[in-house]
């Protein structure tokens, strides 16, 4: 449904182009992303648990891609090449969320000048908490832990349990050797089953 | 025990289908120029620093000379730099600016095809117009939040070349919904009101009228009117001290931008 809508410019654009060599990369590229970016736009979300974030970040990755298109000489790996640009910018911003540490805005009882908005705000907090992303990775004890990982061992298991990568998989995309990756591993299940151990009810559903 | 865990986590990370991606990423592949070696991208960025480096400097200076000459702080600010921006509200001119300095403002020309540009300077006090382009009605399609360094940054985009006008300002709650006269609760510690007029989201926007980035300083915007033209949206920001802003245009397609000033997790 929402490939009819994109098609026409695609063609279009090929009528355009006729079938110079760059008009060929450009629009393979615009092929192979349309195919990749609902997946891509998913792996963002898991990443980063907002669908906001999710789309920035797969924007990004696409002018990102964009841009450095030309490197990409085998379509077949169009997925590993695409997904490494948008793993990086999600752990980018990953990094920087940790470093800035957000303070919740909540209401202030002596303020009440500038507090007024605030009192009715949880309207709207729960309007974000509508975040389909979120909304699963708050649903289970052992995926909020994992949620709560540092980035890279947060990515290592996004991409080996949700998105069912092989371990060489993972380390393909983010260019680490595959050692690297069975070690984070590792450490962020050794976290998640810590954190279950603390849990009253031994974290069982 | 491992391989419980590893099958909870595989079972419950897939247990839900997941949206795919939003129409405006569609729209924003598809809009990609279309030789990615000769992008018009890469041509805008290099195009924009060199002719940024030679006219900031000899802007620069004219800016410096007239400033000087001129009695009075009335013509201070970015707005006077910005050609469609008028600047007006107390003490405007005279606006705490902080770091980027006025040889950063006047490299953004008023020209079409301006890009983003990182660095500019900001005003913290009364209020920026940017005037419109039409009479009738500027259809907005796509309103978008983003976070830069330095800034947090609000898009308005138009469906057609006319751009709205729009009035920014600092706002006070309680905020009402236009039409209904409902209170509108907006989280936040300071707020921006974004007035449009000549414009109309209904029905070419279909995006959120509620974003709650957890941006450096931007927490918040949500629409609380469209309506007889005026479409207006609250910013609601982190940072009470901080109310700096700044707006300017993009044409192709037409966009009104408005950066806030975010100075990150500790402002003192």
Redesign the interface.
Known sequence: MILSRVAPTLERREGELGSTAAGDAGDRFLRLANGELDRAYRLAGMLLGDQHEAEDATQDALVRAWKSAGSLRDPAGFQPWFDRILVNICRDRLRRRRRIAFVPIEPDPDDAGLGQGLSAGRNLVLTAQGDPFQAILDRDLAVRAMAGLNPDERIVLTLHYWADLTLEGVAERLGWPVGTVKSRLHHGLNEIRRVLEREPDGGSR | ??DD??R???D?????A?????????T???G????????A??GLFTGLRLAGLASAAAVAIVFVLVVRSLPGPTTGGPGASLGSVATTGPSAGAATTPAPSATSSASIPPSPSTGPSPSESFTCAGSQVIQATTTTVAPISDVR??THPGYDRIVFEFAGSARAQLTVARA????VEDGSGN?V???????LSLKLYHASGYPTYTGPS?????Y?NL??L?NTGDFEGYVTWIA?L?D?NQVCYNVSTLDNPTRIVIDIMAV??NPS
Not at chain 2, 12 to 16: A, M, P
Not at chain 2, 172 to 175: D, K, L, N, Q
Not at chain 2, 210 to 214: A, I
């Open positions: 025990m491992n865990l590893e909870r986590l595989r419950e990370l897939r247990k839900v997941l949206p795919g991606a939003p129409d405006a990423l569609r924003r592949l598809a990609l120029p279309a030789d990615p070696r000769h992008s991208l890469r939040v983003g006070f709650p309680p905020f209170t609760a907006v989280p936040g510690n300071a707020y509620l974003f709650t980035p957890k450096p927490v918040a949500v609601a982190r009470l990150g997790p």
